[in-house]
């Protein structure tokens, strides 16, 4: 995970600052700097070799008065990073761990050296048992979506309908076939050619924030998906979409192979093939 994705989290644990068996240890910096003295770079190595079982929840860094508020911020930024990248090979993180930045706006101490640190939360291994727990976080019940599923055939959409058309005329279960959605034979490489379908995708996602969909892979032209081709190239299209910022839980994906043919295998034509060799979406809210 990238520490600008890390800086980006806007989310962040409210409750466990204040549970029991939440652990913390600050680590300090002198004024201006984002590295550490000898002595606290003692102490945080120090750390890590009597802390390899427990687990880090989160990284706050901060600063004194010094200076402007965008250079604290920078400087606190930059003091987190430097921190993680010194743990994180060394210690357990939890996957969904958060950093904080907060420069100086926070409760400063009289005693500006308390000031320039970095606060390092973590869980002791005795206490991992009650992870969740400790960290306020309560168990979602995911019932699963019984979707039916509804050909494009029969929605009957209006002729040169655009794909926002189909969409907004469609309702939970409709499947809309993404046109000129290309791979390189054999891969779920994705052609270039495809980038104009995949980006109108991306834009109407976007801007309705509702919606969710499932990706739908589908291949041609042979007996069996052996290399699960199908379900690769829905996930492929998923990364695209996730990489320009469509919250991944909006999308799910299935790979179908070949059952489930728009025409018999073997198929009699390129044009039966490019059918059957295709990618959907189904619209599973909005």
């Not at 009597?50 to 400087?75: P, Q, R």
């Not at 993680?84 to 930045?101: A, G, H, L, M």
């Not at 055939?153 to 189909?166: C, D, G, H, I, V």
Request: charged share 30%.
């Amino acid at each position: 995970m990238s520490m600008r994705k890390l800086f980006l989290i806007g989310l962040f644990f409210t409750t466990f600052m204040s549970m029991q068996a939440q652990e913390q240890v600050a680590i300090y910096f002198d004024s201006n700097k984002f590295d550490l003295s000898k002595v606290e770079q003692k102490r945080l190595t120090d750390w890590i070799s009597s802390n390899k079982e427990v687990k880090i929840v989160a990284i706050n860094g901060y600063t004194d008065l010094d200076g402007t508020n965008g250079f604290n911020d920078t400087l606190a930024k930059k003091r987190v990073n430097f921190i993680y990248n010194q743990i994180k090979d060394q210690v357990k993180i939890r996957d969904d761990f958060k950093t904080r930045s907060f420069g100086e706006n926070f409760t400063q101490s009289k005693n500006k050296a308390e000031n320039r640190k970095v606060t390092i939360y973590y869980i002791l291994q005795k206490d991992l048992a009650r992870e969740d727990e400790i960290l306020g976080i309560k168990p979602q019940i995911v019932e699963p979506l019984e979707v039916e599923p509804i050909e494009e055939e029969t929605m009957n959409f209006p002729e040169n309908a655009t794909l926002e058309e189909k969409i907004a005329l469609s309702r939970k279960g409709t499947l809309i076939r993404l046109s000129d959605i290309n791979f390189y034979i054999n891969t779920f490489a994705i052609m270039p050619s495809s980038k104009p379908s995949i980006d109108e995708l991306i834009d109407i996602l976007h801007r309705n924030p509702k919606l969710k969909i499932e990706i739908q892979g589908h291949i041609c032209c042979v007996n069996k998906d052996a290399k699960n081709l199908s379900t690769d190239r829905a996930k492929q299209v998923k990364r695209i979409l996730v990489s320009q910022g469509i919250y991944e839980k909006r999308i799910s994906t299935k790979g179908f192979g070949v059952s489930k043919p728009k025409f018999p295998i073997p198929e009699k034509s390129e044009a039966e093939a490019a059918q059957n060799r295709r990618v959907e979406i189904m619209i599973l809210d909005k």
